[in-house]
């Protein structure tokens, strides 16, 4: 079977201390929210972890900003300038994950170097990277220290309103985590996308591939 | 001191005046004071004219029913007033109303013991101006303005005639901050402070006493002898500055007292809290009007309160500003040891946590204390009062309950969906066989 190469070092790298850090983030902010309900380690272990993951985070981040930023695979970024065009193709996309796949029908995204994200992905992980995260990050920092950043978060409305972004987000990634594991899935194998993640190559099946 | 001197010698010139025109109470004068001279000889620090004041007024049980019917004693112990800081100026110049001609009771009525002291107050500025001063800015002084008759004036904390240099605290007793406030006191002795003891005045001053809720000259009379005490919580508290700022200092350190949320109406602009206007007192009224009725205020309630206060000025001037307190002043008082605080975060920090089950909003009353308002628990769980309460938020304790209902659609939908579409496949999966069986060939 042909294989290509889409996903760079650097990318999987980034990808799996992401991928490790949102779960530990995700488990830590279930256990400083709910404890009493949750009782994995204290409120207090909780809030270290999620401090100093949330850091690590941060830093990662930057490995996969400037990696795009400094290579010609931004290009998989470069979002659909026609907006006809692109509904078409997401509508394309959601009508195989919604009705096509259940036929046997082949995924309408073909994967190659620079068009390694079907156009659903391409435009969800562009707010999720360009939007969700920094502003999850902004957010987690002033939160982290409310007496030092306490200016801006008055500009904010409050340490209440900065709260409820921060929460919201969180909510926003405590599903999606489920979805991205699952669509991860839908490759010609279940383990093809994970696979790919792992060795950089993306194995192509001209078929049945999917998607994650 | 100038100026008493010179009041002095004009007193001292009226007094013999006095002396020749007022035979019959000299007379009576000169008989006791012949009776006590052997007494009074060893108070050679006093001066002939007090020891001549003393002849009569260190009669033991002398005193005299004043207009009002109040009992005002006349006596002067000789030997503690040589020992007062006001020996070397002597009876007169405190007294300098006071002469042969006019003195009580014949000659003059007074017409009851606060009236007088309130006459001997003013002798006092005389003297003590820039204390006075420090005075005039306490609640004390406060109280005194509006009427209140048991506001304490020079007189109730110093004891007239035994003055001593910055003794007039009596640790044992707590006197004569324990005489209005005698359960405190008590509170107060038992306390870690209160054992070592402390003072009142080395916490609340002695003249310019604030309220409690005012400012935060108690929070900065705590850090300035517990001078390490924010790097010290910093090892193993998070977010140390923003606890310092919204949690008093007892709401931890007094770890049996209830606490309670009082969120304070702070006007950024002003960068202050926010007061009632002199002579209009505008906050429960508008409180009641915000639709209450008196059963506390809730989250569209305070919402309509908070938008009255921005309607006259610039929008989102005043906000809401929490602070996490002790429920009252003898809580404030039982300060334990630093080991016995509490440390345990889950004691504020998850839901239905005791602090955030009693919540007030509070103003600065024109007296400098906090004039409150109930408010209902649920004003802290609101989505509703994401924006009004955004300056007081307590991980876990206060979180916002609609919040907690879409993480369960979150986290429900992100397992759910993969199910649903998992068991949709799986149920198609030969009808999906067969279809790209086709295509394949």
Known sequence: MPRIYVHPLPVRIWHWINALGFVAMIITGFQIRYIGLIDLMSFRTAVVLHDWIGFVLIGNFFIWLLFYLFSDKIRVYHPELSPMK???????????????????????????????FNSMQSMSYQVIMLLL??????????????????????????????????????????GFIFIHVYLATLGHTRMAHIKAMITGYEEIEEEHGAGK | MAICRSKLRVTGTKFHAGLIMSARLASAMILVAVASLSTHAADSALSQLDQQCLACHSAKGLEMKLANGDVLSLQVQGAVFTKTVHNKIGCAVCHAATSFENHPPV???????REYSLEMNRV???????????????????LFREGNSYAPVCTDCHSPHAVMAKASYDAASGAPCSKCHDPIFNAYAGSVHGKTGLNCSNCHRAHDVTPATAGDQLKNACLGCHQGALDSHRI???????????????????????????????????????????????????ARLAGAKGAGLDAMALRSLLRGFNIEGTDNRTTLRGRLEVTTGVEAHQLTRSAQAIRDCAKCHQQGADPFQSV????????????????????????????????????????????????ALAVLGGIGVPLGHMTVRWLFRRYAKKISGKEDS
């Not at chain 1, 509904?87 to 190659?112: D, L, T, W």
């Not at chain 2, 006092?124 to 406060?142: G, M, N, R, T, V």
């Not at chain 2, 700022?245 to 960068?271: E, G, I």
């Not at chain 2, 926010?274 to 007192?281: I, L, Y």
């Open chain 2, 360 to 407: 007030t909003v509070s103003i600065v009353g024109s007296d400098g204390r906090s004039v409150r308002y109930g408010a209902k628990p649920e004003v802290l769980n609101s989505i509703v009062s994401v924006d009004s309460v955004g300056g007081f938020y307590a991980i876990g304790g206060t979180r916002i309950k609609l919040l907690d209902w879409l993480l």
């Open chain 2, 236 to 286: 193993w508290l998070p977010n140390a500055g923003r606890h310092f700022d919204a949690v008093s200092c007892p709401a931890c350190h007094s770890p049996t007292a209830k606490r309670k949320v009082d969120l304070r109406l702070y006007d950024n602009v002003a960068q202050e809290r926010v007061a009632e206007r002199e002579g209009v007192p505008q906050f429960e009224t508008r």
């Open chain 2, 107 to 113: 000659k003059r009525k007074i017409a009851g013991s």
């Open chain 1, 133 to 174: 995260v920094p502003l999850q990050f902004w957010t987690g920092v002033l939160l982290w220290d409310v007496k030092r950043f306490s200016g801006m978060i008055e500009v904010l409305g409050g340490v209440r309103v900065v709260d409820t972004a921060h929460v919201l987000i969180f909510i926003f990634f405590s």
């Open chain 1, 86 to 116: 692109h509904f078409r193709a997401s509508f394309r996309q959601a009508m195989y994950y919604g009705y096509g796949i259940f036929k046997g029908e082949p995924n309408p995204h073909h994967v190659s170097v620079y068009e390694k």
């Open chain 2, 124 to 142: 006092c500025q005389s003297c003590h101006a820039p204390i006075f001063k420090l005075y005039e800015s306490s609640i004390h002084a406060a």
